[in-house]
């Protein structure tokens, strides 16, 4: 009898920072629309074979575990500010970048795109091929909504799309302008099964918002001249407005495939993911 692989799409040390009691977190489904307690091992952030259990070591040993001082740094960080070293913003740059593409919204938003987008380029030089056939089979078969071998595509193509894509976009957040918004007691942030959130702002900038924990939430935002001397400057730690953390969540909500986590359960959450799907 084959037993599916428990696969965390969301790392577990992250989800922790959500956590409602020892090993359990609240849970909001889109599909059920209810709130319901989880297990943070068995399934908060879990898809059964979403991907090779070498492939969640590998992403544990590379990625999580460099990232997770700066992580506990920045989580614990209180104003005005908070010194993080260079290679430890660069840890984080990778840990930010891989969350954008180790999960099933991924598998949805932006791998079969980049998939197609190979296929035609090497029909082009090429012509039809076995690779071209077998990842177009692919292509084909995956329905994002069965949440089952969602890396089989950056996988079939030896891991190629998915380094460049990560080194791309942690190049770009390495040199964003960082910062900490501390929330008020009164608001609880709340995480996403899709945890980083791109925006683009009026002007064209470009920002990401990712939630540290239930009362921290770093926004990264796109600069229009890098100094490389700025890298190694203390980054702004500032207590933000109820306000302002009510629209942070609203973001993290919007930007979520179908969960969202807290420490308890939230009934604004309802509302938002509502007034999404209208």
């Known amino acids: 009898m084959n037993i599916a692989h428990r696969t965390h799409v969301l790392p577990r040390t992250y989800l922790k920072r959500f956590k409602s009691s020892p090993g359990k977190i609240w849970r909001f489904d889109e599909r059920r629309s209810d709130w319901r307690e989880v297990s943070l091992k068995k399934q ?15 992403l544990a040993t590379n990625i999580e575990q460099p990232a997770a001082d700066g992580l506990q740094k920045l989580a614990s960080a209180e104003p005005p500010q908070v010194e993080i070293a260079k290679e430890a913003r660069l840890s984080l740059s990778y840990y930010l970048a891989v969350q954008l593409y180790r999960t099933p919204a991924a598998l949805e938003e932006r791998w079969g795109p980049a998939v197609s987008a190979t296929i035609d380029k090497h029909k082009e030089k090429r012509g039809q091929n076995e690779l071209i056939d077998r990842l177009e089979a692919l292509l084909h078969q995956l329905d994002p909504d069965s949440e089952k071998a969602g890396f089989a595509i950056p996988l079939a193509l030896d891991g190629k799309v998915f380094k460049q894509a990560v080194d791309r976009v942690a190049r770009d957040v390495f040199t964003f302008t960082w910062r ?9 942030l709340v995480a996403a099964d899709a945890p980083v959130v791109p925006r683009t702002l009026e002007d064209g900038r470009r920002f990401l918002l990712f939630a540290l924990s239930s009362r921290k939430i770093l926004v990264c935002v796109s600069t229009d001249t890098f100094d490389s001397a700025s890298i190694s400057q203390p980054t702004d730690v500032i207590e933000i407005p109820a306000g302002d953390a009510r629209k942070y969540n609203s973001e993290l909500v919007q930007g979520a495939r179908r969960y969202i986590f807290s420490s308890k359960p939230e009934a604004w959450v309802r509302k938002v993911r509502a007034k999404r799907t209208t």
Not at 46 to 58: A, G, I, N, Q, S
Not at 180 to 188: I, K, M, T
Request: aromatic share 12%; proline share 12%; no cysteine.
């Open 44 to 58: 908060a952030g879990v898809v059964p074979d979403f991907y090779p259990d070498h492939v969640e070591r590998w």
């Open 180 to 188: 900490v918004g501390v929330a008020p007691e009164s608001v609880l």
